[in-house]
């Protein structure tokens, strides 16, 4: 091979490198989140990438809740109502429910992180995937039992985002 030929080759896989370190992770946005016994929306999760050492990982914080007339009440600006099972009773929006997820290739899920049931202050292990674009299925589970909900992708994500480029889950125990 020519030095030209090696030169080409070379910045060709610097371009690919580069392209695939910055690339986001998967499924990294707003969700919300649906009430298994009444079937209405019950908060906005909002999935987030962070550096963990070397390795970026996706964590998600809650953003806003719903009231049970389906509309939102709380919200960064407006945060009532409070996590009273969960240590330091914090507010329900800010609170960190999923972290340490890392993304497996093959499997096409992330796996190995916790999620934690705000409501009773439960932390148990996670899985999330997609089968269809659009809906998130996030599984909190210890050993092979579990409870596997279905959150829904927000269409309108400028509405309650936040900026969450120096975002580093808080973990309560």
């Given at each position: ?11 060709i ?6 392209g ?5 992770l ?15 929306p ?64 093959d ?67």
């Amino acid at each position: 091979m020519d030095h030209s030929m090696n030169k080409f080759l070379m910045g060709i896989m610097c371009v690919f490198l580069s392209g695939a370190a910055s690339a986001a992770l998967p499924f990294a946005d707003l969700y919300q989140t649906i009430d298994d016994k009444t079937g209405n929306p019950k908060s906005i999760v909002q999935l987030y990438e962070y550096q963990d050492g070397d390795d970026m990982k996706l964590a998600g914080r809650i953003v806003a809740l719903y009231g049970a007339d389906g509309q939102v009440t709380d919200t960064p600006r407006n945060a009532v109502r409070v996590a009273e099972n969960v240590p330091g009773a914090p507010k329900y929006v800010g609170l960190d429910i999923i972290w340490d997820m890392e993304w497996d290739r093959d499997e096409n899920r992330y796996e190995d992180g916790k999620i934690m049931d705000p409501q009773s202050g439960k932390v148990y292990s996670s899985l999330l995937w997609q089968d269809v674009p659009g809906h998130l299925n996030v599984r909190g589970k210890i050993g092979p039992f579990g409870r596997t909900q279905h959150w829904v992708e927000i269409t309108d994500p400028a509405s309650y985002k936040q900026d969450s480029k120096n975002w580093t889950p808080i973990i309560r125990k």
